[in-house]
């Protein structure tokens, strides 16, 4: 999610209402629970945070932590595909179906897909290839055993669209039934909080507001928001200069933020987040994040207490930076040199 001016300050309890944040445990019960199995959909190109939370995510994947059963792109980009199917093969999971948003005119800008598309192995080779991000959620929904999660770290689109699908020869479930029965939870970074609970811009709304309200009103499973003023306040991508050649990430962060250049983290903390919930995070549970359908700003009020959540800082942030860092340059455990002369 590209960055804009916003105001910093640490989303507080609104009103009085909200429960105290609860801290992490970061004990070994922490790191035993099973992998999480997730879908990603992420507007990769406009930001390199992207690039940086498809790492971040393989990097807890390699640890046991996740296992990443799909992605999709939700811009219309035709590199933003292939440079996530990159990315997988690089980290040694080719396997992994991309889809992408299928129509026109839609955040076509980037300063690295191409590149990452075109320097790297993939099989998809161009967007066009790649099948519409609707229809592979469905898909991949209705043969999933057991439940998922969803997280999306750009706009609501892709995510309306699903809920708006009709039954077909998948599933005779219509696509919020389908949410229902097989999403467990959607976790999403766009949401900007503030003490005031006023609203705030927030840039992966502000590109879609009609679905961001959509999916807000209409999603069937409890939510949890990686807070923006959070991600924002939090910068990495220095380590990846001592990362070899054969690396797409470092390739993409090069392109976009030049050598050892640093990116915020509005993606990849809420992939930390997702995945690993209160361990480096304390978290507000009571109240809700309202959307401003007009244009996508978001507060968090104390009512209606729905069953939302955020994350709050808790660390350092030279520590949470130095966590994220260490998992973003975090060489793969199956994959290999694979860039192509």
């Given at each position: 999610?590209?960055?804009?001016?916003?105001?910093?300050?640490?989303?507080?309890?609104?009103?009085?209402?909200?429960?105290?944040?609860?801290?992490?445990?970061?004990?070994?019960?922490?790191?035993?629970?099973?992998?999480?199995?997730?879908?990603?959909?992420?507007?990769?190109?406009?930001?390199?945070?992207?690039?940086?939370?498809?790492?971040?995510?393989?990097?807890?994947?390699?640890?046991?932590?996740?296992?990443?059963?799909?992605?999709?792109?939700?811009?219309?980009?035709p590199w933003g595909a292939p440079c996530l199917d990159a990315l997988n093969t690089y980290y040694g999971?080719?396997?992994?179906?991309?889809?992408?948003?299928?129509?026109?005119?839609?955040?076509?800008?980037?300063?690295?897909?191409?590149?990452?598309?075109?320097?790297?192995?993939?099989?998809?080779?161009?967007?066009?290839?790649?099948?519409?991000?609707?229809?592979?959620?469905?898909?991949?929904?209705?043969?999933?055993?057991?439940?998922?999660?969803?997280?999306?770290?750009?706009?609501?689109?892709?995510?309306?669209?699903?809920?708006?699908?009709?039954?077909?020869?998948?599933?005779?479930?219509?696509?919020?039934?389908?949410?229902?029965?097989?999403?467990?939870?959607?976790?999403?970074?766009?949401?900007?909080?503030?003490?005031?609970?006023?609203?705030?811009?927030?840039?992966?709304?502000?590109?879609?507001?009609?679905?961001?309200?959509?999916?807000?009103?209409?999603?069937?499973?409890?939510?949890?928001?990686?807070?923006?003023?959070?991600g924002h306040r939090h910068f990495i991508g220095a380590g990846l200069a001592d990362a070899p050649e054969?690396?797409?990430?470092?390739?993409?962060?090069?392109?976009?933020?030049?050598?050892?250049?640093?990116?915020?983290?509005?993606?990849?903390?809420?992939?930390?987040?997702?995945?690993?919930?209160?361990?480096?995070?304390?978290?507000?549970?009571?109240?809700?994040?309202?959307?401003?359908?007009?244009?996508?700003?978001?507060?968090?009020?104390?009512?209606?207490?729905?069953?939302?959540?955020?994350?709050?800082?808790?660390?350092?942030?030279?520590?949470?930076?130095?966590?994220?860092?260490?998992?973003?340059?975090?060489?793969?455990?199956?994959?290999?040199?694979?860039?192509?002369?």
């Amino acid at each position: 999610m590209p960055s804009h001016a916003y105001i910093l300050g640490v989303a507080g309890l609104m009103f009085g209402a909200a429960l105290p944040a609860v801290a992490g445990d970061d004990g070994p019960a922490a790191h035993a629970k099973a992998p999480v199995r997730v879908i990603l959909d992420t507007d990769i190109g406009p930001d390199v945070d992207d690039v940086g939370a498809v790492a971040i995510l393989h990097a807890l994947a390699d640890l046991g932590e996740a296992e990443i059963v799909a992605m999709a792109a939700c811009t219309s980009n035709p590199w933003g595909a292939p440079c996530l199917d990159a990315l997988n093969t690089y980290y040694g999971r080719p396997e992994i179906p991309v889809g992408t948003f299928k129509q026109p005119g839609f955040l076509e800008e980037s300063s690295y897909s191409e590149g990452i598309a075109r320097a790297f192995p993939n099989a998809l080779g161009h967007g066009d290839n790649a099948p519409d991000a609707t229809a592979l959620y469905r898909r991949v929904l209705a043969e999933s055993p057991d439940k998922l999660t969803f997280i999306a770290v750009g706009p609501l689109n892709n995510l309306k669209l699903l809920l708006e699908s009709e039954a077909d020869a998948v599933s005779p479930l219509n696509g919020e039934e389908l949410v229902r029965e097989k999403v467990s939870e959607l976790v999403i970074m766009g949401p900007y909080f503030n003490e005031e609970s006023e609203f705030q811009y927030a840039w992966n709304y502000a590109q879609d507001p009609a679905a961001a309200a959509y999916v807000s009103e209409r999603w069937p499973t409890p939510m949890r928001f990686g807070e923006g003023n959070l991600g924002h306040r939090h910068f990495i991508g220095a380590g990846l200069a001592d990362a070899p050649e054969s690396s797409p990430v470092r390739h993409g962060y090069e392109l976009a933020e030049g050598p050892a250049g640093k990116r915020h983290c509005a993606d990849p903390s809420t992939i930390l987040y997702a995945i690993r919930g209160t361990r480096h995070f304390d978290e507000v549970r009571v109240g809700s994040c309202e959307v401003r359908a007009e244009d996508g700003a978001t507060r968090w009020v104390a009512e209606p207490d729905l069953d939302h959540a955020y994350n709050r800082e808790r660390l350092p942030i030279a520590e949470l930076e130095r966590i994220m860092e260490e998992l973003l340059v975090k060489p793969p455990r199956l994959g290999a040199d694979q860039r192509e002369p």
